[in-house]
């Protein structure tokens, strides 16, 4: 294939992974590593490389249009992304050293179980009670909801932040925005509204991305002809989500969100266990 | 501090990340296109090979080279350009964040956005060791 015809179709597979990350606030990521490893046969690192690039691109072109609709909490995003980012400087080292068929396994295994939780519906957040130490760092907000701004109170951060740490060094790992894992631990175990978790979610992937990034790009992760096409095709898909989002349906946004993780980690794992990486 | 007013400073600091993020992501989005319009022009009809990492690559890892290469019109130092602006943007956030918190006196915050701030430069500029 030449590299006209290549480049071509990898910006359509980003346009796609863009729209699909944005809307589930996963960050495109777990699409853009699968479609370039098992579809166009790239090597994982080249896959990791083009995909954290592409996360960033997508946390920043969304979340520019996220925080002036008032969804995201900038104190409860900072808060939990020194979490992240040690999480991720960890993960992105371990890229150096593990074996890609250990990458991918890892990677089939953490989207199996982030479409395992979400298959399952969230406790109310109406019975939320805040604690002290949540008290203490000012992390309660509101959302614009049709009925006007909606007040909400967040409890259990030090579990939040050891779930966050471990979400850092997935995407570190992974060259992933782990919006999965980063959802699942503001929504179920701080209780932060549903929507809030995943708008403030996007908006911490590209942080705790840049902070792989060095790494990638240290160690030439990052293929400048292969990631270009991704990246731009991410970028009008993700910008396209954005705007769809407050319209959006949350059973919808679920239900596309379990199906397209639960799919691509069966296929990770197949292939990694079969030594196609 | 008044609850009206951090929140009134919260929707500042949430409009200003705003624009820092589009305008980071247009600058990165039209500097990656040029190069990529670049190398296209060159290389349409080569075969790229992506199926093995390349150890020893054609492309800088280090950020004097990837200048270097801009400046010389390398379609790879150009596109490797555009997506060091996309990295600086959410760097550029919490830079901003720090400076937000800093104006509305919340050292708690501070604190923590100087620590995130650290690990990412960290990251950064020891990036490949």
């Known amino acids: 294939m030449n590299a006209l015809l290549l480049t071509v179709l990898i910006w359509c597979g980003g346009v796609a992974a863009g729209l699909l990350g944005s809307l589930t606030g996963l960050g495109g990521g777990v699409v853009i590593v699968p479609l370039l490893a098992l579809v166009f046969g790239v090597d994982i690192h080249y896959a990791l490389g083009a995909s954290l690039i592409s996360v960033i691109a997508t946390s920043s072109g969304a979340a520019s249009a996220y925080v002036r609709e008032g969804y995201s909490n900038m104190r409860i995003a900072m808060f939990l992304e020194i979490a992240t980012t040690i999480g991720a400087v960890i993960g992105a080292s371990l890229t150096t050293v593990l074996p890609p068929a250990i990458i991918a396994v890892v990677f089939g295994g953490a989207l199996i179980y982030s479409a395992y939780l979400t298959s399952h519906p969230p406790k109310s957040t109406a019975g939320c009670v805040p604690d002290r130490l949540t008290a203490k760092l000012r992390m309660n907000g509101t959302y614009p909801t049709p009925e006007g701004p909606k007040a909400y109170d967040v409890r259990n951060v030090a579990g939040g932040f050891g779930l966050m740490t471990v979400a850092g060094a997935l995407s570190g790992l992974l060259g992933i925005g782990s919006g999965a894992l980063k959802v699942l631990a503001m929504d179920r175990i701080m209780c932060v509204p549903f929507k809030v978790s995943t708008t403030t979610s996007n908006f911490m992937i590209g942080v705790t991305a840049a902070a792989s990034a060095g790494i990638y790009m240290g160690n030439g992760y990052v293929e400048p002809a292969l990631v270009m096409p991704v990246v731009l095709g991410v970028l009008p898909g993700s910008m396209l989500g954005s705007r769809i989002l407050p319209k959006a349906q949350l059973k919808v946004l679920r239900t596309i969100f379990t199906l397209a993780i639960l799919a691509l980690g069966i296929e990770m794992i197949y292939n990694g266990f079969t030594g196609r990486f | ?129």
Do not use: C, W
């Open chain 2, 1 to 129: 501090m008044a609850q009206d007013k951090r929140a009134e400073l919260d929707r500042t600091l949430a409009t200003v990340l705003g624009h820092t993020l589009r305008i980071g992501v247009m600058a990165s989005a039209v500097i990656v296109l040029a190069g990529g319009i670049l190398y296209l022009a060159r290389n349409a009809f080569t075969s790229p090979d992506y199926r093995t990492f390349h150890t020893a690559s054609t492309y800088s890892r280090t950020l004097p080279g990837i200048f270097e290469n801009a400046l010389a019109f390398s379609s790879y130092g150009i596109i490797q350009l555009g997506l060091l602006v996309l990295v600086a943007t959410p760097v550029l956030r919490v830079v901003f964040s720090v400076i937000a918190f800093a104006i509305e006196r919340d050292i708690l915050y501070v604190v923590a956005t100087l620590i995130v701030l650290g690990i990412l430069l960290y990251s950064l500029f020891t990036g490949g060791v």
